[in-house]
Each structure stands twice: as C-alpha cells, then as structure tokens.
C-alpha cells in the first residue's frame, strides 16, 4: 500500500511506502507535479549500487493516467525504464 501526502508549504508531494509483509513503512519518494505531468524522485540500491529512483505520472486524465518508474546510476544524466503502466478507472 502507498501513502501519498502533500506540503503545502514546500508544495511538495511524497510518497511512502507500507510493506505487506511485516507491515514495516518504508522511505519515500519527493517530488512535485508542474504542468500535468509528476516526478517523484528516490536514492535506492540496485545491486549493491547507489541509484536514483524517478517515478513518473503523465497523460493524466480524469480517468486515467500513465505511470513510469525508470533509474540511474550516474546522477540522473540517464535514466533506464525499469516498468511502464497505463491505468485506466474502471466504471462500475
């Protein structure tokens, strides 16, 4: 499950993560969202290496939106996608 908050004063959006297993919380994610579209960023391992983590909204409508999440192991300069996701609400 994830917790998303916003600071109106840093007008900055997080994102924090709560683990299923042992219901332990994990860091979050910061970022902001400018013109439709959203970036969250987060430093992580992968593979014993330091990364940063991007997750990305975009293509955001009232029904739908889509999702990215991509990392990089030089700062930011690249980026690698790592999962890409289109999510549409379904109407009940």
Known sequence: MSL?????????WSQSFIGS????????MVGSFHDGKGELF???TLDGRAI????????IT???????????ADGGKTWAVSFVAHKTKIHS
């Open 4 to 12: 998303f908050l916003y600071d109106p004063v840093a007008h900055q």
């Open 21 to 28: 297993a042992g219901g332990t919380f994990g860091g979050g």
């Open 42 to 44: 987060q430093q992580d």
């Open 52 to 59: 940063l983590v991007r997750a990305t909204w975009s293509e």
């Open 62 to 72: 009232p029904t739908s939106h889509k999702y990215e999440e991509d990392y990089s």
